[in-house]
């Protein structure tokens, strides 16, 4: 049904055709003709959204409100190989020495590696001249030394295949 016939079905019959008839007949055809501007009113609306969000989003990154990854560690650490093919490893220093108080392991083509270490306990954190010496020759071998944090995290301080 047409809104006209709706209009004039729905009216007394004293106000067919009357002015105010006429004026709603022609608002109901304004109305008609004015639909194709809803699209392009929704399309722009929807656009400032999805910008304003991904400024929102590049922002978060940008001033660090997403979360942080984790800054890496500095430890020196420096393995030199013996006579016998064996490597010692001799804890140099850095920043972030002390922190590792959850010791080290030491890796040999990725197993852990049951080392000697002076003093002769493990020291948390190591200090700054701290040695190992793995019981694996290092010939054509990976050799990784993984530091555990005070932060919880853990990191591979030493990578060298000999």
């Known amino acids: 049904m047409k809104e006209r016939e709706f209009w004039f079905i729905h009216c007394l019959p004293s106000q067919k055709g009357s002015t105010d ?90 197993v852990p590696d049951t080392v000697t270490t002076t003093p002769v306990d493990q020291e948390k954190p190591p200090k700054v001249g701290n040695t190992f010496t793995t019981t694996v020759p290092l010939a054509t071998h990976r050799i990784t030394v993984v530091g555990s944090f005070s932060d919880g995290s853990e990191q591979v301080i030493y990578d060298r295949t000999f």
């Open 21 to 110: 008839s006429i004026k709603v007949d022609q608002f109901m055809k304004t109305i008609r003709t004015d639909e194709e501007a809803v699209s392009p009113v929704i399309g722009v609306i929807l656009m400032v959204a999805i910008v304003v969000i991904l400024a929102a989003v590049i922002a978060a990154f940008v001033f660090g409100m997403a979360g942080s990854a984790g800054g890496s560690k500095t430890v020196g650490v420096v393995v030199t190989l013996n006579s016998d093919g064996t490597g010692t490893g001799i804890f140099e220093g850095g920043p972030d020495l002390n922190k590792m108080t959850g010791g080290y392991v030491v890796n040999v083509d990725g």
